[in-house]
């Protein structure tokens, strides 16, 4: 297969998503993936360019060694607000060029004004077009008169696609609610790579490298800090209860928009309890869950993380690691009682949560045992599989119209 697919994020600075590990893994099984893209963080660079010429990067591999994926980055002008229309000219030009020069047999969508444009363009050279939801896209989009214009793009690319993929029950549900023809859509779960992330896997160097003791209790969060977290609330009751909470160490792997508060809120209050890791190459990440006790997701219930479930959650299970979790629906609904996750009401009730569960080794043990059961046949090989039949029975339906 020839597969096309955009989005409006950066492919080479941002994840590994779910889009990274399954065209990594295609391309390793033969097929040609090129991915268009957006580098989402040039408002945070301050360059000082306006204007970004056009890029290829052949051969990109951010997962599995010898995959081949080639990214090809439009040009753009770098100004607030014209930067989404200078989207619509370049990511048009492009997306009719790689349809003309590389004669892709699908088109897949992650994104939203650009995987509009290639819907519609794949729609007048009917070419089959899927588009893949991972989140609630526009509910990530900051001002909320975007926000409408981004959510109605959304839904007219949902009812307009041949098949929409999402990654669990819950987004399913949003996509139906978005207007998405619920006969045309498919669950692909995340998927974990379980030579990776094992509960084998040691932690040591880790610990040492932190100056983490024996008897102290790591609690992780790795990925992006969003400001809606969690890690905010979390990181002020561990300051006001260290003296209660005193062998708990919160263990922080990422960057994003709380970074520099985390930050502030570790030299303000002196907190050495808190360490703050910064981005971790994705080969170095199962050593950090490897090193803790407990993983963490204590986000806020908002419109962003109520339908999704993040790749991170597989990855702190397949570890044998239990995660304590605000109460989420998509979370909820995906995993239930018993998995080896526990619910709280409030972001800064996981370290009361941890402390109750490090008091006892029985309870830890018993939902340790929990998790790695749960997620072992959800192996990005199988996930791979089912994608790349999905997309081939999408490739033979369109012939058989033609």
Same mark, same amino acid.
């Given at each position: 297969?020839?597969?096309?697919?955009?989005?409006?994020?950066?492919?080479?600075?941002?994840?590994?998503?779910?889009?990274?590990?399954?065209?990594?893994?295609?391309?390793?099984?033969?097929?040609?993936?090129?991915?268009?893209?957006?580098?989402?963080?040039?408002?945070?660079?301050?360059?000082?360019?306006?204007?970004?010429?056009?890029? *290829?990067?052949?051969?990109?591999?951010?997962?599995?060694?010898?995959?081949?994926?080639? *990214?090809?980055?439009?040009?753009?002008?770098?100004?607030?607000?014209?930067?989404?229309?200078?989207?619509?000219?370049?990511?048009?030009?492009?997306?009719?060029?790689?349809?003309?020069?590389?004669?892709?047999?699908?088109?897949?969508?992650?994104?939203?004004?650009?995987?509009?444009?290639?819907?519609?363009?794949?729609?007048?050279?009917?070419?089959?077009?899927?588009?893949?939801?991972?989140?609630?896209?526009?509910?990530?989009?900051?001002?909320?008169?975007?926000?409408?214009?981004?959510? #109605?793009?959304?839904?007219?690319?949902?009812?307009? #696609?041949?098949?929409?993929?999402?990654?669990?029950?819950?987004?399913?549900?949003?996509?139906?609610?978005?207007?998405?023809?619920?006969?045309?859509?498919?669950?692909?779960? #995340?998927?974990?790579?379980?030579?990776?992330?094992?509960?084998?896997?040691?932690?040591?160097?880790?610990?040492?490298?932190?100056?983490?003791?024996?008897?102290?209790?790591?609690?992780?969060?790795?990925?992006?800090?969003?400001?809606?977290?969690?890690?905010?609330?979390?990181?002020?009751?561990?300051?006001?209860?260290?003296?209660?909470?005193?062998?708990?160490?919160?263990?922080? *792997?990422?960057?994003?928009?709380?970074?520099?508060?985390?930050?502030?809120?570790?030299?303000?209050?002196?907190?050495?309890?808190?360490?703050?890791?910064?981005?971790?190459?994705?080969?170095?990440?199962?050593?950090?869950?490897?090193?803790?006790?407990?993983?963490?997701?204590?986000?806020?219930?908002?419109?962003?993380?109520?339908?999704?479930?993040?790749?991170?959650?597989?990855?702190?299970?397949?570890?044998?690691?239990?995660?304590?979790?605000?109460?989420?629906?998509?979370?909820?609904?995906?995993?239930?009682?018993?998995?080896?996750?526990?619910?709280?009401?409030?972001?800064?009730? *996981?370290?009361?949560?941890?402390?109750?569960?490090?008091?006892?080794?029985?309870?830890?043990?018993?939902? #340790?045992?929990?998790?790695?059961?749960?997620?072992?046949?959800?192996?990005?090989?199988?996930?791979?599989?089912?994608?790349?039949?999905?997309?081939?029975?999408?490739?033979?339906?369109?012939?058989?119209?033609?």
């Amino acid at each position: 297969m020839r597969i096309l697919v955009v989005q409006e994020s950066d492919w080479l600075s941002r994840g590994p998503h779910q889009q990274h590990h399954l065209m990594e893994k295609l391309a390793l099984r033969g097929h040609e993936v090129r991915v268009i893209d957006y580098e989402i963080t040039w408002r945070a660079q301050r360059r000082g360019e306006l204007y970004s010429r056009r890029k *290829v990067f052949e051969k990109v591999s951010k997962i599995y060694r010898g995959a081949s994926v080639t *990214v090809i980055r439009p040009a753009i002008l770098k100004l607030l607000h014209i930067d989404y229309l200078s989207i619509m000219l370049s990511h048009t030009r492009e997306i009719a060029r790689q349809i003309k020069e590389f004669k892709p047999d699908i088109l897949v969508g992650f994104g939203i004004l650009n995987t509009h444009i290639a819907m519609r363009l794949a729609k007048e050279r009917k070419i089959p077009f899927a588009y893949y939801l991972i989140d609630a896209l526009h509910t990530l989009i900051p001002s909320e008169s975007y926000q409408l214009i981004a959510k #109605a793009i959304e839904r007219k690319t949902l009812q307009g #696609a041949d098949r929409v993929i999402v990654i669990n029950e819950e987004l399913r549900n949003y996509g139906i609610n978005m207007g998405a023809n619920s006969n045309s859509m498919s669950v692909i779960r #995340a998927g974990i790579d379980p030579e990776r992330f094992s509960p084998q896997t040691s932690g040591q160097r880790v610990r040492r490298l932190y100056g983490i003791k024996e008897r102290e209790v790591v609690l992780l969060f790795m990925g992006w800090l969003y400001d809606f977290s969690g890690l905010r609330e979390v990181a002020l009751e561990l300051a006001e209860a260290r003296a209660k909470l005193a062998n708990i160490r919160l263990l922080v *792997v990422g960057e994003g928009d709380l970074l520099a508060e985390l930050n502030k809120i570790k030299e303000t209050h002196n907190l050495e309890q808190l360490i703050l890791a910064g981005r971790q190459p994705y080969n170095k990440i199962p050593a950090f869950v490897a090193a803790s006790d407990i993983c963490l997701l204590p986000a806020h219930d908002n419109s962003v993380m109520r339908n999704i479930v993040p790749i991170k959650m597989y990855e702190y299970l397949a570890c044998g690691k239990p995660v304590i979790c605000t109460k989420l629906p998509g979370i909820m609904k995906e995993f239930g009682a018993g998995s080896g996750v526990i619910y709280v009401d409030r972001p800064a009730d *996981v370290l009361w949560k941890a402390a109750e569960l490090t008091n006892s080794s029985k309870d830890l043990d018993q939902y #340790a045992s929990q998790t790695r059961r749960l997620v072992e046949r959800f192996s990005w090989e199988k996930i791979a599989d089912e994608f790349e039949t999905l997309l081939e029975t999408m490739i033979a339906n369109q012939q058989s119209f033609l």
